[in-house]
């Protein structure tokens, strides 16, 4: 740090100076101002009128909200336990709820800067935690059997989001590796690959789980898994092509001291190449896990209930059909969605910045 | 040259390069083996025929917008071109909207104004990390559902309407002697672009600076509104009017096809805002600098230094968009829009159960569109590397 580098501070400008400086600088900009203050004004109102003054807070159904020309509260609380766990045995309710907190304690220590340990946590959540949650959920090893069919809600996007970002990593590395290959007949059936799954939509893809692999597979696929199927083989396309571009980022000295030093090649990528690689495509691969939890709600296409499908579904049973109970329902999957999806942009960015402040010299 | 060194022939790279790929191919083509004969099996125990015939086939069943003449009696294969159509014109209206407000926002994050700026960024962060089925939905089941009937339609004027059923818009008719107005338009932008052609070779020949835009402008209209005043009028418009519960005439507007625009535009254009403003942002400063040096104006700078450096880093993430907004219109079967994978991997695929073939035409036009794009995109890149020095 040199601390003579910075200029010297200019003077704070009053509250008057600043708005005339930034926002009445001439007539276009206070045109502009007006313009801006209109659009929040028809938006922010609104919808606060809707969302708390005008809203139903209390009630056990239809009737508690036709009274009210806002939002339709007591639909989603009363509805909570189904949005969060789908049709999950009620009983069995504290397993989804285990697997939830590791999930998210693993992701705390993961993220949180100066947590020691991150590898071997890392290794964990990759390897042990999908197949531990798999069990718990799913029933087996003394635990009550809970069939896929009543998976649903929050949990069944979480275990969409996870097991397309648990599955796309390695996948997407090998592909991506692939890619580079010398080997012909290799890098052609990689390119081949992704540019299939990256060239289709998502929906399609989906379809395709849905009607093709019962045929392929010459019997009736569990549906839940025909569309993990699907998730993961898209993602790991796109997935591939993230981790490409961290490998060509890496100088070619890195390579050939790899190879000046008789590294075999799987030792050269695992322990010279792909840590760097990895590390340089970070902010991508989280960009590209938020990508991956925002098309989870697509599964409601082919008839499996994650978040917005059971709200979905919900809005338009007879116990709560009235004009807000849409509505309700989609901001309030909104502000998960975003919660989740926002913080995960701004780690992305954060670690931009590590990365960045890493390279400076 | 002769091997003094002996590696024994099954340790030498050839060898094992070769064979490392000759096990791939074997693997690859084992599962493709396998697959095949699973469903050849399944296809024989459902009485499910196979090969493209179904194409030829009558479908029966009705589709609520066409842009080709289509009733229940036509075939699988006409079904196909419906649905094509459908999704090229929600991608093309889409992109041209979502364009509009990219831009408009993207350049709004820019802004001196502090509260534009903010407003710009909120806009971004807001649709961004929301799912785009969620935006969908929400005009769909939320907006539109919830506007007035028929009877008690928003109007603009007696000529635009909105309400529950669709957006009623007037529609063009031609009467005889339009093709002669057509022709005129038509020898007007040719020579727009011949003098617009011409003005450059000038320019870059003697660097005298003509006027285009006017020029161009005059050669377009004059043309046509002269022959058209000729034909006396040969456009008219029919308007919609109300007629019982329902509106007659005009163009209607779908729902199903508004808010899927409406959702592809805005959701698209919150990703088209920030490759706008990283491309504006990453002009380098000293090239206003220089303009303003060289004493160019505020415009010229913005139309002549700016904007065009500024579109060589914008134009190639802005074509991925584009494509993308096009594989996304695939979510118009949550809401029943007609698109392609809608009526044809959707009603088709339940009725003839030929998932194999039906699957495959679907993912082959997608891939066709974007085998397609990528090729321009490479084009435009070798193209604008060559002019770079």
Known sequence: MTPSRRPPREPMPGPIEWLRENLFSSWGNAAL?????????????????????????TGTGRDDCLAYDGACWPFVMQRIGQIVYGFYDVGQRWRVDIALIVLAAGLAWLTLPRVPGKRPVGALMLTLYPVAAFFLLAGGMGLEHVPTTRWGGFMMTMIVAMTGIVASLP?????????????????????????LWRGVPLVTVLFMAANMLPLFAGLSVNKVLSALIAVALFSAAYMAEVVRGGLAAIPKGQYEAANAMGLPYWQAMAFIILPQALRLALPNIVGNFIGLLKDTSLISIIGLFDLLGIVQAGSTDPEWAAPNTAMTGYVFVGVVFWAMCFSMSRYAKHMEGVLAAGERR | MTTSVSIPWWRKRRTRDLAIQALLIAAVAIVVALMWMNAAETLRRQHIASGFGFLNDTAGFDIIQTLVPYDESSTYGRVLLVGILNTLVVAAVGIVLATIIGFLVGIGQLSSNWLIARLARAY????????????????????????????DSWGLGETVFLNNRGLYLPAPVTESGFGWVALALAAGIAGAIWWTIRARRLRERTGQVVSVARMSAAMIVLPALIVSALASFPLTFSLPALAGFNFEGGFVVLPEMMALVVALATYTASYIAEIVRAGIEGVA??????????????????????????????????????LNLTKNSSLAVAIAYPDLVSVFAGTTLSQTGQAIEIIAITMAVYLTISLLTSAFMNWYNAHIALTER
């Open chain 2, 285 to 322: 400063k000293g090239q206003t600098e220089a303009a303003n040096a060289l004493g160019l104006s505020r415009g010229q700078t913005l139309r002549l230094v700016i904007i065009p450096q500024a579109l060589r880093q914008i134009i190639p993430p802005l074509t991925s968009q584009y």
């Open chain 1, 33 to 57: 101002t007006v313009l801006a203050l209109a659009i929040i004004y028809w938006t922010v109102v609104p919808f606060v009128t809707w969302a708390i003054v005008d809203a139903a807070w």
């Open chain 1, 171 to 195: 996948l997407g590395i090998l592909l991506a590796l692939g890619r580079r290959s010398d080997l012909p007949v290799v890098k052609g059936f990689s390119i081949a690959f992704i540019e």
């Open chain 2, 124 to 151: 971004v962060e807001v649709l961004r990390n929301l799912p785009l089925l969620l935006q969908i939905f929400f005009w769909y089941f939320a907006v539109l559902r919830a506007l007035p009937g028929p009877r």
